[in-house]
C-alpha cells in the first residue's frame, strides 16, 4: 500500500467532535497518523484541516485560531448558557420602531 501524506480539508458537521472526524478518517484509510489542527465544538459546523501522515508534523506552524458566526437570541437564560439548556428565565424583547 502506498503511503497517505498531506492534507484534507473537511466540512464537520454538527454534532461530530473532531475527534469523530479523525477516527473516521483513520477508519477510511487505514492509517493512525492523523491530526486535526484545531478542535471545534460539537455543535459547530465548519472547516476543519486534517493532517495525514508525515503532514501531521507541520500543524504547528499553522495559524491555531478560530472564527465562530453565530445567533444571539435576547430574554432568555438556560441552565447551560447556551442555547441547548433548560430555559430557566424568559423575557420579552422590546423592538425599537424606527
Known amino acids: 500500500m502506498e503511503a497517505k501524506d498531506g492534507f ?9 467532535t473532531s475527534h469523530d472526524c479523525v477516527k473516521q ?3 477510511l484509510l487505514n492509517t493512525k497518523k492523523i491530526g486535526h489542527t ?3 465544538d460539537p455543535e459547530v459546523t465548519g472547516t476543519l484541516p486534517i493532517a495525514i501522515g508525515s503532514a501531521t508534523r507541520f500543524i504547528q506552524y499553522l495559524p491555531q485560531g ?3 458566526i453565530g445567533e444571539i437570541k435576547l430574554g432568555i ?5 447556551d442555547i441547548h439548556g433548560e430555559i430557566i428565565n424568559q ?7 424606527l
Do not use: A, Q, V
Not at 423575557?91 to 420602531?97: A, D, R, S, T
Open 38 to 40: 484545531g478542535t471545534l
Open 77 to 81: 437564560r438556560t441552565s447551560t448558557d
Open 8 to 16: 484534507l480539508i473537511i466540512n464537520k458537521d454538527k454534532g461530530f
Open 25 to 27: 478518517i483513520r477508519k
Open 66 to 68: 478560530k472564527t465562530y
Open 91 to 97: 423575557k420579552g424583547w422590546p423592538k425599537n420602531e
